[in-house]
């Protein structure tokens, strides 16, 4: 008995949104010289690098350049700056965990570098040390109440799973 195959069409996607971006000086054009992408086409994050050597002492955080700026002209998007995960091993993060780019900012990219080690690091000029990352915005109506209703979990946090 034959069967039949349901086929249902995917709506087609939207376009992705436009973001403009430039080099901030020669010195960046001549770091990114394989021009500013993803390292690999289905990579989410774009690499960030450094235009000057840095080096670091322990516990020391220093804001450096990163040679690109954007402008995010969608009010829908915005973009965010993350550690590479590599760096995380060997003790770099940013001073404040991530960096927010709302849509609008066109400045230069900069990157707060934190050495969380008891010993010096020391990074090339040229080095990827951060991704950068777009997102959607959700703007959600905010409501006062004076009280929630209840959930399950109620306001148990840090350790409410036990596993903490």
């Known amino acids: 008995m034959d069967q039949l195959e349901l086929v249902i069409p995917r709506p087609p996607e939207p376009a992705p949104p436009e973001v403009e971006w430039r080099y901030c000086s020669e010195e960046a054009y001549e770091t990114y010289e394989q021009g500013w992408k993803r390292s690999r086409q289905e990579d989410a994050g774009i690499d960030l ?3 000057e050597a840095v080096e670091l002492s322990p516990g020391e955080t220093r804001l450096t350049g990163t040679g690109i700026a954007i402008n995010i002209t969608d009010e829908t998007v915005c973009a965010v700056i993350l ?10 993060s940013l001073g404040n965990t991530m960096g927010l780019i709302d849509c609008g900012y066109q400045g230069e990219l900069k990157l707060a ?12 000029a040229g080095e990827r040390v951060a991704q950068l990352l777009f997102l959607p915005v959700l703007r959600p109506h905010l409501t006062q109440v004076r009280r929630f209703e ?3 979990r109620g306001a ?3 350790g409410s799973s036990g596993k903490l």
């Open 83 to 92: 550690p590479r995960s590599g760096h995380g091993l060997k003790g770099l």
């Open 49 to 51: 690098r450094i235009l």
């Open 150 to 152: 209840m959930s399950p």
């Open 113 to 124: 570098l934190y050495n969380r080690t008891q010993r010096p690091l020391t990074l090339e």
């Open 156 to 158: 148990r946090g840090f």
